[in-house]
């Protein structure tokens, strides 16, 4: 006689959505009502602000608008491709060491190549960077829709690439373009405050957080919609990458010139030395942005292991969005506790100090020791919520201490040891099987713990020199 074992099921509550959705909604449209100048005062103010500098903001906002969207865009075109590669891998049935290996290609391409991108950002300009991210992806589509089992270490050479460009060159070009409109404009007229002029900024970085998190989002519901058939001509996910791309690309060449003074390798070389390597709160900060990228790396690998290691059946891509979901509502509590007007807004640097040191407690819990599907749900979540209220929370750092003109380099550079270790965990973790999953959370979790000391020897180094590169 047959005996039938019945697995348990793991559900994740319907209602967790729609929690995370309104925490969001209430984050974004609540702020305004409570911030420290009250909610009539503070849109009487933009209103008297906006009317008497009507020429300044609205020439800002068509361009802070068409960036956004195609940053969304660039987002969506990220998503599609990460989840075509995973649908790949299982679709033409590649062993592990086989996909360890992809992804050592990905991660290689990245700390070998990317380093010097950044470089060449800052030297040719940040524009062409980003015309290079559309039309790599353009290429990957159209060789993933003309053949039928394209080369995936070509493709992971290509998506790593694309991955680092991705890093930097938008936010590179953003802040560049931003600094060089308000230059030509304090010509014509008395000049923003610098507070004003930072709070403007402020708010691109948390809504550029926003919008990668639910483009992503998109992206895996079209995924899934299309990846049922990954070759059925126009509507293949491939086809829609590459046309993502190139209606990028046309619309960045026609809306905007490259007006981007370039400089010589000589110059560039020199300035990169004396103002970034040889200053250590900018050493600091690297550290910070490496620890979050190394983590968030790790993260990609070893959530679903780690889940699944319970036994129960569950549904992986339930899972999911409330991850990005959770990095959503981080990034919209930013707001919260930056700006001049910010409700919350105390020091600079607690929140910061803060996030750090929750976000590497909760991968030191996961690392230490197995917990329920529900908790670890929870911890995942709590991370990424951390996440998202770090990520803005750097770019106004680096807009505070890195010369712009350098800014695409030092993104690149902090990248190099976040890089090094993800190759290196894939290496010797995944191929060689040396490393456990507990290890290689646990120095995730060491790396950021370590960046809670980085950020409070900025805060103390920051208070006896005031380094602020544009208040120079």
């Keep these: 006689m047959a005996v039938v074992v019945e697995r348990e099921k793991w559900e994740l509550s319907p209602l967790t959505y729609g929690f995370l959705f309104f925490c969001c909604f209430f984050c974004v449209f609540l702020r305004p009502y409570f911030s420290r100048s009250g909610g009539a005062a503070a849109r009487t103010t933009t209103t008297v602000s906006s009317l008497s500098d009507v020429d300044r903001t609205a020439s800002f906002l068509r361009f802070h608008s068409s960036f956004l969207l195609l940053y969304f865009l660039a987002s969506v075109m990220e998503g599609l491709e990460l989840?075509?590669?995973?649908?790949?891998?299982?679709?033409?049935?590649?062993?592990?060491?086989?996909?360890?290996?992809?992804?050592?290609?990905?991660?290689?391409?990245?700390?070998?190549?990317?380093?010097?991108?950044?470089?060449?950002?800052?030297?040719?300009?940040?524009?062409?960077?980003?015309?290079?991210?559309?039309?790599?992806?353009?290429?990957?589509?159209?060789?993933?829709?003309?053949?039928?089992?394209?080369?995936?270490?070509?493709?992971?050479?290509?998506?790593?690439?694309?991955?680092?460009?991705?890093?930097?060159?938008?936010?590179?070009?953003?802040?560049?373009?931003?600094?060089?409109?308000?230059?030509?404009?304090?010509?014509?007229?008395?000049?923003?405050?610098?507070?004003?002029?930072?709070?403007?900024?402020?708010?691109?970085?948390?809504?550029?957080?926003?919008?990668?998190?639910?483009?992503?989002?998109?992206?895996?519901?079209?995924?899934?919609?299309?990846?049922?058939?990954?070759?059925?001509?126009?509507?293949?996910?491939?086809?829609?990458?590459?046309?993502?791309?190139?209606?990028?690309?046309?619309?960045?060449?026609?809306?905007?010139?490259?007006?981007?003074?370039?400089?010589?390798?000589?110059?560039?070389?020199?300035?990169?030395?004396?103002?970034?390597?040889?200053?250590?709160?900018?050493?600091?900060?690297?550290?910070?942005?490496?620890?979050?990228?190394?983590?968030?790396?790790?993260?990609?690998?070893?959530w679903a292991p780690t889940i699944v290691a319970d036994g129960r059946e569950l549904q992986l891509s339930n899972i999911y969005p409330c991850f990005l979901g959770s990095r959503m509502l981080g990034s919209t509590v930013f707001p919260w506790f930056s700006g001049t007007t910010s409700p919350l807004h105390n020091e600079e640097y607690s929140h910061l100090i803060a996030a750090f040191f929750v976000a590497g407690a909760v991968l030191s819990i996961i690392a230490y020791d197995y917990q329920d599907i529900g908790v670890l749900v929870v911890l995942f979540c709590i991370f990424h919520a951390c996440v998202g209220l770090i990520l803005p929370s750097l770019a106004k750092l680096r807009t505070m201490y890195v010369p712009s003109e350098l800014r695409g380099g030092m993104i690149s550079t902090s990248l190099v040891p976040a890089n090094a270790a993800f190759l290196f965990v894939l290496v010797i973790g995944g191929y060689y099987r040396s490393l456990s999953n507990a290890v290689i959370m646990a120095m995730a979790s060491m790396g950021l713990l370590i960046s809670v000391g980085c950020i409070h020897l900025l805060r103390r180094w920051t208070k006896h020199t005031h380094q602020n590169w544009h208040e120079l």
């Design 83 to 302: 989840f075509i590669g995973e649908y790949e891998f299982s679709y033409i049935r590649m062993s592990r060491e086989q996909m360890v290996l992809a992804a050592s290609a990905g991660a290689a391409a990245s700390l070998v190549i990317g380093t010097f991108i950044g470089f060449l950002s800052d030297i040719i300009g940040p524009r062409k960077l980003c015309i290079l991210f559309y039309f790599i992806h353009f290429l990957v589509g159209i060789l993933k829709s003309l053949t039928m089992h394209p080369s995936i270490l070509l493709s992971s050479l290509c998506i790593g690439i694309t991955s680092t460009l991705y890093s930097f060159c938008f936010e590179t070009w953003m802040v560049n373009k931003y600094e060089k409109h308000e230059h030509r404009m304090d010509l014509l007229s008395d000049s923003l405050p610098h507070d004003h002029r930072m709070d403007l900024l402020s708010d691109t970085f948390w809504l550029m957080t926003l919008l990668e998190s639910s483009s992503l989002l998109g992206s895996q519901g079209l995924a899934n919609f299309l990846i049922k058939d990954p070759h059925k001509g126009l509507l293949s996910p491939s086809v829609s990458a590459a046309l993502l791309a190139i209606i990028s690309i046309l619309f960045i060449r026609k809306e905007w010139g490259d007006n981007h003074q370039k400089c010589t390798i000589k110059s560039y070389q020199k300035s990169f030395t004396g103002h970034i390597l040889a200053d250590k709160s900018i050493w600091m900060l690297g550290w910070a942005q490496a620890s979050v990228h190394f983590s968030v790396s790790v993260f990609w690998i070893l």
